[in-house]
């Protein structure tokens, strides 16, 4: 089994800066594609920003300029670096890990944590 444990989140004024963090630990052979999604209330949830295991990433158009992903592979944390947010990035983030056991990668996602951004 996975764990995800993610931290960082919390409330921000528009124009700051947060950093979120996402530790997977447990049965993991190695770790394939990292990301981060988003639900805001009454919305689906949608992706902010992915990283492949050779490091490249790819955004949604609206966090593009502002929010950059990365990973520790030695560490097995992905990142996501959030400047000059604004109000409509408030959300519950969650973090989602493509763990390979060897044989089979299985998707593993976080409990969320909650990003508040007031104007």
């Known amino acids: 089994q996975v764990q995800l444990v993610e931290s960082g989140g919390g409330l921000v004024q528009a124009g700051g800066s947060l950093r979120l963090s996402c530790a997977a630990s447990g049965s993991i052979f190695s770790i394939n594609g990292m990301g981060w999604y988003r639900q805001a209330p009454g919305k689906q949830r949608e992706l902010v920003a992915g990283?492949?295991?050779?490091?490249?990433?790819n955004y949604a158009d609206s966090v593009k300029g502002r929010f950059t992903i990365s990973r520790d592979n030695a560490k097995n944390t992905v990142y996501l670096q959030m400047n000059n947010l604004k109000p409509e990035d408030t959300a519950v983030y969650y973090c989602?890990?493509?763990?390979?056991?060897?044989?089979?990668?299985?998707?593993?996602w976080g409990k969320g944590t909650l990003v508040t951004v007031s104007s």
């Open positions: 990283i492949t295991s050779g490091g490249s990433t």
């Open positions: 989602n890990v493509d763990v390979s056991n060897g044989s089979v990668g299985v998707r593993y």
